[in-house]
């Protein structure tokens, strides 16, 4: 199977995601935080958006960037829009931290985006490139598979101790933020009554009204 860039899954739900900018930028262009991401969730796609959005992932140009968002600023839906417009005009890119994405280049390979993007941090540094060149997806991953001892079935790249419990802490955060979100949705259709702190007096077999 060929690699296919920017797909993923989420760790704590199992959705398909595909990722469209690896990092939360500010207006200038400055990258203002590094522990997020900006996913879509693939299965949520209109209909009509669904091939044109994945034949942009899947181009030449969609696959020679390790940003996705350069080439969505280009490619156009069925209705004519640019993809990366209309997903913001659309409110469908979601705010994801970088820990809980898997990335998943081909069925046999998954990354986590946090580690994926330190290494291509680094060798665009000239941290880890020998011969120097540029940094790209294919040799970063390269790199931390060659470091991996579990089974080729189902590579999990990257330190596997920490990746598991940043993935677990990830998913618990998720479990929390829905569990309260439900509550809240709950709490909306039928209010409870506030329970009182404290034990009620007793009253004394002997009182008098």
Known sequence: ????KHMGRLASTGKKVAVIFRYIYDEDGGVSDDTHALVVDTDALPNMWADSFMDAIK???GQDTIDFFN??????????RFILPALVQEGRM?????NDIIMEPTNKIRIPLDELNRQLA????GQTEEAG???TAEKAIERIKNRV????ETWILGDNVKSKASHLRAR???LREEGDRLEAEAENLDPQPKRGRGRPKKVHAGAKG
């Open 94 to 98: 979601l705010k994801i931290r970088s």
């Open 149 to 152: 001892t579990d089974t080729p």
């Open 133 to 135: 060149g540029p940094a």
């Open 122 to 125: 680094a060798m665009a540094k």
């Open 71 to 80: 080439v969505a600023t280009r490619k156009t839906l069925p209705d004519g």
């Open 172 to 174: 618990a955060t998720s």
């Open 59 to 61: 181009s030449s140009e």
């Open 1 to 4: 199977m060929p690699m296919i």
